[in-house]
């Protein structure tokens, strides 16, 4: 049984002086456009050493740099492996040029185009599913009618939702997938993010550090412990905080086997 702690108590063991910290973000580090307690302090004690590695698929790296150093965090974009923007990489790697339908907020759409995929609904070589606030019933019959033909689709993140700055579930890119899977029950996708180790996998690496020598924090074993357990990364599971309705932050009290 796994018992979550809260920051102040992660700061004051010995895992902070780990080679790499990796983190969540959202749960972790900021609830909405709150920067969380204690997580200064983790920044002024971690400095290049924090690494942030999120499902976050709306926000390209240099996108989200720019937000969180409006809230006072000074994350450069080197240090932010996101699922939206691994994705793609990792597409442009492996097929050069791919017509995409993508279903995607604008700062991937340009992400996409700036790494020479084509944006193509019409005769798509693939489907990417993205966190698209955009996506309309329009959008759904059309993604489920590739699907049902056996166009090969990429999830950015299979979440089905991510707590809000409040704790109530905002919808996530495995909610839109959910909705396609509902016509077409045998749809398959693939993802390269949390659970799966490949995030994890790549922050190491451009840190230079082994997963022996890191330490991942998250507030979601199923998705953040599973990835890190899969890597090799010692895991410390967060307590996961709430805004109450004065906007203070409590912390949620949970307890995961």
Known sequence: MTQPIGLPEFLSGPLPARA???ADLDGCLIAGDR??????ELLDRCGDRLWVVSNNSTDTAEHLSARLGRMGLGLPAERLVLAGEETLRDLQRRRPGARVALYAAPPLVALA??????PDREQPELAVLARDTGFGFADLAELTAMAARGLPVLLTNPDTFHPGPDGAPRPETGALWAAVRAAVPDATA??????????????LARAGVAPGEAVFLGDTPETDGRAAATA????VLLARPLARPDGTIRTQEIVTC
Request: proline residues 12%; neutral net charge.
């Open 20 to 22: 790499a910290v990796l």
């Open 35 to 40: 920067v969380l307690p204690g997580v200064p």
């Open 113 to 118: 185009r700036a790494l020479g995929l084509a």
């Open 190 to 203: 693939s993802s390269l993010a949390k659970p799966a180790p490949d995030l994890v996998v790549a922050a």
């Open 232 to 235: 090799g990364v010692e895991f």
